[in-house]
């Protein structure tokens, strides 16, 4: 069945980095254009980052030039390198793969960014 699982978050002082992971199995990851979204509590569900098939990249204003999203076709994986961490940056971070009309949701894994 398919699967996303994330796992890196924690908590990280202001200025920090964390590395997220997504393992994906289950669906021809290759073909999938992934994201990464991230829900504060009381608040909507916001699109951090994203990359296409192709390599094609795209970030939210908020996180550019400090997060980076990057994947392995080999290992289906899917990566968030986030540098320069803030406090507003604190949220339930999840893994999200597209396809058509085929969308699957990872369980999210929790950022803290305080001191």
């Known amino acids: 069945q398919v699967q996303l699982v994330e796992s890196g978050g924690g908590l990280v002082q202001p200025g920090g980095s964390l590395r997220l992971s997504c393992a994906a199995s289950g669906f021809t990851f290759s073909t999938y254009a992934m994201r990464w979204y991230r829900q504060d509590p009381g608040k909507g569900r916001e699109l951090v980052a994203s990359?296409?098939?192709?390599?094609?990249?795209w970030y939210a204003d908020s996180v550019k030039g400090r997060f980076t999203i990057f994947k392995d076709n080999i290992k289906n994986m899917v990566y968030l390198q986030m540098n320069s961490l803030k406090p507003s940056d604190t949220a339930v971070y999840y893994c999200?793969?597209?396809?058509?009309?085929?969308?699957?949701w990872g369980q999210g894994t929790q950022v803290t960014v305080a001191s």
């Open positions: 990359i296409t098939s192709d390599g094609d990249t």
């Open positions: 999200f793969a597209t396809y058509g009309r085929f969308d699957y």
